[in-house]
């Protein structure tokens, strides 16, 4: 990461040395995905959401998602959603993060059928840094993986095993 100064009208690059942990979406998925039944069971839940005409209550029931659903019909579609939050672990019932506040960048299948869905074993954490790099380095140098990421997984997908055959999951 760097970070820019101004001195004298000039501009300093200062190379800072900052870490975090950042954990592969695509690894993590086709090792979920792979698991024995999980595939069976969100394709019979995306089916039921796809069918179901009562109220929303799933984003796959909503018109945005039909509409690209049909603007790319040969292709399996799952969303993602993706949420981001700050915590300091030696603070945990506080109600501010505070000087040591780690950033937490994690996700769900909303695919997955309500009864496992708020399990802990289906919600994949994908990357931890201090929330103060975000401050000073700004989102794209703290992002910049994730976001390469979810670059690949809309173009190219990712190939998973299902009956005995590779099928390609964007």
């Not at 200062?14 to 993590?28: A, P, Q």
């Not at 937490?104 to 931890?128: E, G, K, M």
Request: glycine share 4%.
């Amino acid at each position: 990461l760097t970070d820019t100064l101004r001195k004298n009208d000039k501009i300093i690059l200062n190379i800072k040395e900052s870490e975090g942990i950042f954990i592969s979406m695509i690894d993590t998925l086709q090792a979920f995905l792979e698991l024995p039944g999980v595939l069976e069971k969100i394709f019979e839940y995306k089916h039921f959401l796809e069918t179901s005409s009562n109220s929303i209550q799933n984003l796959m029931q909503a018109n945005y998602w039909r509409k690209l659903v049909t603007k790319l019909p040969n292709k399996i579609l799952l969303p993602l959603i993706i949420y981001y939050d700050d915590f300091e672990s030696s603070n945990p019932l506080g109600s501010h993060a505070g000087v040591y506040k780690i950033g937490a960048v994690y996700y769900t299948l909303p695919v997955i059928p309500p009864q496992y869905s708020s399990q802990l074993d289906n919600i994949f954490l994908v990357q931890l840094f201090n929330a103060n790099d975000k401050t000073a380095f700004g989102n794209h140098a703290v992002f910049s993986k994730l976001v390469a990421e979810l670059t690949t997984l809309e173009n190219t997908g990712l190939n998973v095993k299902y009956s005995g055959q590779n099928i390609n999951i964007c």
